[in-house]
Nanobody, 114 residues
Framework: QVQLVESGGGLVQPGGSLRLSCAASGFTFSMYAMSWYRQAPGKQRELVAAITVYGGTNYADSVKGRFTISRDNAKNTVYLQMNSLKPEDTAVYYC????????WGQGTQVTVSS
């Protein structure tokens, strides 16, 4: 069955960096687009970044120039490199794949605070 396991979240000061990882299993990873979403308290879940099977990317305006999504098909893993973090980036970050339906990871908490 499809499994997505996120890791790499934590507490970081404003201006700092984190790299999130999402390890995928149960499907042919290289054949599917992957994406990162986030959900802050009291807000709707929103798309942060996505990557196609060919490596094409797109980002939410709020993270352009600060976040980078990438994938390693040999490791069945998608990454989100987050730089210049701001308090408003605080949220639970989720990995998602659409494969005859939506699949989500359990999420990893990112807290940006001094």
């Amino acid at each position: 069955q499809v499994q997505l396991v996120e890791s790499g979240g934590g507490l970081v000061q404003p201006g700092g960096s984190l790299r999130l990882s999402c390890a995928a299993s149960g499907f042919t990873f290289s054949m599917y687009a992957m994406s990162w979403y986030r959900q802050a308290p009291g807000k709707q879940r929103e798309l942060v970044a996505a990557i196609t099977v060919y490596g094409g990317t797109n980002y939410a305006d709020s993270v352009k120039g600060r976040f980078t999504i990438s994938r390693d098909n040999a490791k069945n893993t998608v990454y989100l490199q987050m730089n210049s973090l701001k308090p408003e980036d605080t949220a639970v970050y989720y990995c998602r794949v659409y494969r005859s339906g939506e699949y989500w990871g359990q999420g990893t908490q990112v807290t940006v605070s001094s």
